[in-house]
């Protein structure tokens, strides 16, 4: 069926009443310069007005909160199926979300172990399994034919009169061995056994034993065979050991939810852990002594009368209050902890707070020294030890859902089964395989399925999705995907393409953000939008197929990059540094196989390997957590290591990230990097300002004085919708313009402080040309690739890459200080490669204003323009954590074992 989605005058941000044609069961991507309009069109249009019609589709109920959707701004659109968006970042925040249950795999695993897992005894690990007469007939005949059997149940459960017995058609008791006749008793002795047949096992009796089995089951839940001269043998019609006699419950699904209370651990409610006192937070430098405040808490104001009874109580006991704790004796250090004196302990003073934890500073002041520990009685399983006892293959649930996800596929194609076993299992196991075999291919076969979801990378949950979506076999459905080569490495790039294929191949419209010269080139059609960023872009450069975009002789800027006609060029020379390096000494977190490596300082250094390969426990859980515990006393949780050497040649350490720069729409790029202070006391003065006696802080929306009261500066209000989500409305008393009239009325060249903050950073530069010192700053945010963004863009609207370079322009504008080890994790995510060449250049200003910029990237320009890489991997998981090759780019694409230089040495053009 031929088609096509036909989007006509599209407004919405910087789009230029665009018309766009995407083509039915076609790959499409979407491309251009950052902040050219790719998402508006992709994500604000197409996807949110898939939302709306959606919506339009369900219940009456469901039609009510459509006016809450904004409809995007265009003219028209036509021929659009139900839409999926995949977008590259995690909004999961749960701790009961896993990749296991994200992907339904789990689900699928609590399905199999309930019908065909095998329970295991936990006293005398024996398989313990419900026998039908038949079973137990069989067994019989396996290991003891033509041996005489007596079959008997006990009379626990029933308490007959031998006449009754008789009537029933039984003539016999078993007593200590001996069988007597019922009509010669009275009464039933104590003990006794109601035999229900004698017989030789062989195979023309088996019929026989069967049947007598079936009659001792329909009145007694035990049956005891007894084999002459040997021994007793001893049979439920439950599930029950035959060893200990142990009793057990059938498993159901719900037995292995840990988000179920029939499942959950009754101790840690199934989160796997507890929150406890973890020493290292409350020591965080041990090379500090109880003088200089090593215990962290006892440093706060309210609370250094404790401290000077812990000085005065260490020098009554001896403890030596001047040497650092790391040297202290554990004797001293179990005192510190435990009390002594006048003191009683660290543990005593927070068993003291917990008593006041229904106050609220309190709980916060608490969680700053807690962390979670595996809890004690699931071992961080998150099961009942009932759910644990049932496994298949040898494994159970839990230790399944730890294995590397492509150690799962390997462990289930390896398992074999009954052919009862597989008419039960071959359907779950199907969904099973196909999910698992997806998330190989998207290149996270290094994930367990017990990893939280909320750990994952932005990137990384994308890849999870999508694995997801493909499980789904949904046809005739849009599927939108915000750049899904975030944090995949070269080799893993061609198995995304290719599951991206298979979704278009299912009768699907797949349309792709993306910058990847490799993803556009596979793509059946490309969007470019442009020419510029900001006000300069929104228009479409091209539309059509990519054979004809690299054929015809439109001026593109990306083409230019895909036909090689522009590129970043291989520096012509390797900075050497200041010869001083950090030193990491037995690096171990997570999947890191005790490292020892150098970082050469006034440098740019780029970490790589492949997804999962241990880069960021090294970067950031080792290196950074470290650093910034000593630098600033940040309470970090650090990572395992033995030591970090020359941190005496570097400052301070600044994780530059893609977190946001403020969660409120007073949060703005101008208040972030201080510029906003120069622009207010420009306006304040203006004479008309000085007349009024109005000062830069009434400017400011943050305060008291020119802003709108009504909406605090905000622009709009909040309605609260009792049970429903909140609604936002412009302010009526300001009309969302967030200051006074007086304020507005206040203008500098014909502008008030809305019309400046209005502003692109690009004509704000022009139009502040007789401001230096404000003109210097902006000049900064327009070098790292953001002139096109307003002066005042709400923070929370900025995407992670936009936060990172604003961070990065407030450090290249800060005076004075050097040896500053600057962080960045991924910084090419949502770049252009004319936006990575800015960056580049900015990376390098802060290298020679004699700094180090230490870089985790999977980029193959910024690997190649860095002055040192270190190569991790092989591979990821268990299999990664080895450093493959490490020195130049040169150096490494020379490295055979190292998948990254395999794809350097071309970037290199070696």
């Known amino acids: 069926m031929k088609g096509e989605i036909k989007i006509e005058g599209a407004r919405e941000n910087n789009l230029k009443n665009l018309n766009v044609s995407i083509p039915w069961h076609k790959f499409t991507v979407i491309t251009g310069l950052s902040g050219s309009g790719k998402s508006s069109l992709a994500l604000d249009t197409l996807y949110a007005e898939g939302l709306r019609r959606y919506i339009e589709c369900l219940s009456t109920y469901a039609r009510q909160f459509l006016e809450r959707v904004d409809r995007p701004d265009m003219d028209d659109i036509s021929g659009l199926p139900p839409a999926v968006a995949i977008e590259s970042r995690n909004s999961v925040r749960n701790s009961r979300s896993t990749v296991g249950t994200t992907t339904e795999i789990y689900d699928y695993l609590r399905l199999l172990y309930s019908k065909i897992g095998k329970t295991f005894c936990p006293n005398c690990d024996l398989e313990v399994k419900l026998r039908s007469p038949e079973d137990i007939g069989r067994e019989l005949l396996e290991h003891y034919q033509d041996k005489r059997a007596v079959i008997t149940f006990p009379l626990e459960d029933m308490h007959p009169t031998p006449r009754g017995l008789l009537s029933r058609g039984f003539t016999r008791i078993l007593l200590n061995g001996e069988t007597k006749d019922i009509e010669e008793l009275e009464e039933l002795p104590n003990g006794a056994q109601v035999v229900i047949d004698r017989v030789l096992i062989k195979k023309s009796s088996f019929s026989r034993i069967v049947d007598s089995l079936e009659v001792g089951f329909s009145d007694s839940k035990y049956i005891n065979v007894h084999i002459l001269e040997d021994k007793v043998l001893r049979y439920s019609k439950d599930l029950e050991c035959t060893s200990c ?31 406890k006192l973890d020493p ?45 704790f790391s040297k202290l004796s554990k004797k001293s250090k179990d005192l510190i902890f435990q009390g002594m004196g006048s003191f009683n302990g660290i543990n005593g003073f927070f068993k003291y707070l917990e008593r006041k934890s229904y106050k609220m500073h309190v709980r916060v002041f608490l969680s700053k020294y807690r962390s979670a520990f595996d809890c004690d009685v699931c071992a961080g399983s998150r099961l009942k030890k009932e759910a644990l006892w049932v496994r298949i293959g040898g494994k159970n649930i839990s230790e399944l859902s730890d294995l590397p996800i492509n150690k799962l596929k390997t462990f289930l194609d390896k398992l074999t089964f009954t052919d009862y076993e597989s008419q039960i299992a071959d359907e779950i196991l199907k969904q099973i395989n196909s999910r698992v075999s997806f998330l190989v291919k998207v290149g996270l076969g290094y994930l367990t399925l017990s990893r939280l979801a909320k750990t994952l990378s932005g990137g990384e949950a994308q890849r999870v999705n999508l694995a997801c979506q493909l499980g789904s076999t949904l046809t005739e459905t849009l599927y939108i995907m915000d750049e899904p080569s975030i944090g995949l490495h070269q080799r893993d790039l061609s198995r995304l393409i290719s599951l991206i294929k298979e979704l278009r191949d299912r009768d699907n419209t797949v349309v792709v953000v993306e910058h990847d010269f490799e993803m556009i080139r596979s793509a059946d059609n490309i969007i470019e939008l442009g020419p510029k960023a900001g006000e300069r872009g929104g228009d479409i450069v091209y539309q059509g197929t990519v054979k004809d975009f690299l054929q015809n002789g439109t ?86 290591y033995n030591e970090i050497k020359g941190t005496d040649y570097i400052s301070d350490v600044i994780m530059l990230d893609q977190n946001p720069i403020g969660k409120t729409l007073r949060s703005n790029p101008v208040t972030y990097i201080k510029v906003y202070d120069l622009i207010r006391k420009v306006l304040a003065d203006t004479w008309q300002a000085r007349s009024k006696g109005l000062t830069p802080s009434h400017f400011s929306f943050n305060v008291a004085g020119g802003r709108c009261e009504v909406c605090e500066g905000e622009g709009r209000q909040k309605v609260e919708m009792l049970f429903l989500a909140d609604v936002y409305v412009i302010c009526e008393e300001c009309g969302g313009k967030r200051f006074k009239k007086e304020v507005l009325d206040i203008k500098y060249k014909n502008k008030n402080i809305i019309d400046i903050l209005a502003l692109t950073v690009n004509e704000a530069i022009n139009f502040f040309f007789e401001v230096p010192s404000l003109g210097r700053k902006l000049k900064i945010l327009q070098d790292v690739g953001l002139g096109y963004i307003r002066l005042g863009q709400p923070a929370p609207t900025l995407s992670g890459g936009e936060a990172q370079r604003i961070k990065i322009a407030r450090e290249l504008g800060k005076r004075g200080g050097s040896d500053i080890l600057y962080i960045l994790d991924e910084p ?64 490494v694409a020379d490295c055979k074992k190292s998948y990254t230089g395999k794809y350097l040495k071309k970037a290199l053009g070696l």
């Open 280 to 324: 290292d937070l409350v020591i965080p430098n041990p090379e500090k002594s109880l003088a200089e405040g090593v215990v962290e808490p006892l440093t706060k104001p309210s609370h250094r009368p404790r401290m000077r009874k812990l000085l005065e109580s260490a020098e009554e006991y001896g403890v030596d209050t001047h040497k650092p």
């Open 828 to 891: 090419t995510v949502g770049l252009h490669a004319e936006d990575v060449k800015k960056l580049l250049d900015v990376i390098n200003k802060l290298v020679q204003s004699g700094h180090t910029v230490l870089v985790v990237e999977h980029n193959l320009d910024v690997i190649k323009s860095a002055d040192h890489v270190i190569d991790l991997g092989p591979e990821g998981g268990d299999r990664g954590g080895h450093i493959v090759a490490q020195g130049t780019p040169e150096e």
């Open 555 to 640: 001026d593109s800027l990306t083409k230019k990059y895909l036909l090689e006609k522009e590129g970043i060029p291989v520096p012509t020379k390797r900075r050497k540094g200041s010869g001083k390096s950090l030193k990491v000494l037995g690096a171990r977190e997570n999947n890191l196989k005790n490292l020892t490596l150098n970082f050469p300082l006034k440098t740019f250094i780029c970490v790589t390997g492949v997804s999962g390969s241990g880069k960021s426990s090294l970067v950031h859980d080792v290196l950074y957590s470290a650093l910034a515990r000593k630098f600033r006393s940040d309470i970090e949780r650090v990572g395992q």
């Open 245 to 275: 006699h142990t009793r057990f419950n059938e498993p159901v699904p719900l037995l292995f939810s840990f988000n179920s209370p029939q499942g959950a651990c009754p101790q840690c409610n199934g989160f796997g852990n507890i929150l």
